[in-house]
């Protein structure tokens, strides 16, 4: 293997594909980078038998040749080599890497040994736009479970029909499901488990794409491709059977506020202040107005030994006067992803589920289990 390419543009592969790189693991070289020419082009690929991830950068390849090099001592040492061309050149498994005035020497071990990066050729195709892709993810994955008890929790339902793809996940206390379209239809209807890691290392990839993003899915295989203009990346999927949400959001409600985003935010993460010392709990009282005056939600919190703080938004109110306690931690989550500027919660009884959809849209929908405390 002889070649040369862009300090930079290998620094930015190798930080691409470094996030598939295992950790711990019984098998060693899972621990390293393959590096390997394709075609004109230089392909950096990494795997823990999870998730595989590759990369392709620009290179004027002379002699085609792979190798695989320890990857956290490669990403450093290229990190930091200055902003030029590198040269690099491989004699048996030793890969030499010269850079202007510094060079290495770097032992590998045979790419044969690699495991082999999952091709998923046949299956379900669906084509996405990468914004839509990119809301989606971020506004649902950050309610999976972290803990392996339950492991379907810990990903993210995936379905596709026809024109629309359906993304939920829910940790036991709180559900967030987000609906989008697809560029081009489906040939049938499908439903997979994708570990929410997986998608929040591809919405790492989005904000640097343009062009939409192919989605292959086989479920004999258990594993789905995602394909960027550059990047490729393998999950395996996680099996089991997701519980069945659509029965856990409230259909109706007893009262309804709507209330500014950023307001509802600031005031949550200031109750959060005192929440800490107070099992994390944020109260919020919602008071309907006179007749042509806008109602009002106070939002407050409460620590023994520390205090106590309260503030008052605004709110246009449908309905009754209600109380209901949250997680400070659930609340703050969810409306820091919300793009919209009007956000709607809907409540029925203290001990009800309260409902948050953002004003405007119909494709986001999140619920959060309340908490019990004495009023």
């Avoid at 230089?42 to 002379?62: D, F």
């Avoid at 990047?231 to 409230?250: H, N, R, T």
């Avoid at 006179?290 to 008052?312: C, F, H």
């Avoid at 109110?317 to 209600?322: K, L, Q």
Wanted: charged share 20%.
């Amino acid at each position: 293997m002889k070649l040369s390419c862009l300090q930079e543009n290998l620094s930015k592969g190798l930080s691409i594909v470094g996030r598939a790189v295992a950790t711990r693991t019984t098998l060693p070289i899972t621990q390293n980078v393959l590096i390997a020419t394709d075609q004109s082009r230089l392909k950096l690929s990494a795997t823990n038998l999870e998730l595989a991830i590759s990369c392709w950068i620009g290179a004027r390849v002379e002699e085609e040749g792979a190798i695989t090099i320890p990857a956290r001592l490669l990403t450093e040492f290229i990190s930091s080599l200055p902003n030029d061309h590198i040269d690099m050149a491989l004699t048996q498994h030793i890969l030499q890497l010269k850079c202007a005035r510094f060079e290495a020497r770097i032992n590998g071990l045979d790419a044969e040994d690699f495991p082999p990066i999952p091709q998923v050729g046949d299956g379900i195709a669906a084509k996405i736009e990468v914004e839509a892709l990119r809301q989606g993810i971020s506004q649902v994955t950050f309610v999976a479970a972290t803990e392996e008890s339950r492991p379907v929790l810990t990903g993210v339902q995936v379905e596709f029909d026809g024109d629309k793809l359906t993304l939920a996940a829910a940790d036991g206390f709180r559900l967030a499901v987000h609906s989008t379209a697809l560029l081009s239809p489906v040939n049938e209807k499908s439903a997979i488990i994708i570990p929410a890691r997986a998608l929040n290392e591809l919405n790492r990839f989005l904000t640097d794409q343009e062009e939409p993003v192919e989605i292959t899915l086989n479920e004999q295989k258990s594993q789905v491709l995602f394909r960027l203009k550059n990047i490729e990346m393998v999950s395996q999927l996680i099996q089991g059977a997701f519980p069945s949400y659509s029965q856990l959001i409230p259909q109706s409600y007893v009262t309804r506020a709507v209330v500014d985003v950023a307001e509802f935010l600031r005031a949550t993460r200031m109750a959060s202040i005192f929440a800490r010392d107070g099992s994390g709990i944020v109260r919020l009282a919602i008071t309907p107005g006179a007749e042509l005056t806008p109602g009002k939600m106070n939002i407050s919190a409460r620590a023994e030994e520390i205090g106590d703080n309260v503030g008052e938004i605004d709110a246009l109110i449908d309905g009754e006067p209600a109380k209901i306690a949250f997680n400070a931690k659930y609340l703050s989550d969810v409306l820091a992803v919300l793009r919209q500027t009007q956000v709607a919660l809907e409540t029925t009884t203290p001990s009800s589920p309260g409902v948050i959809r953002p004003v405007g849209v119909d494709n986001y929908v999140h619920v959060i289990m309340p908490m019990f405390v004495q009023w």
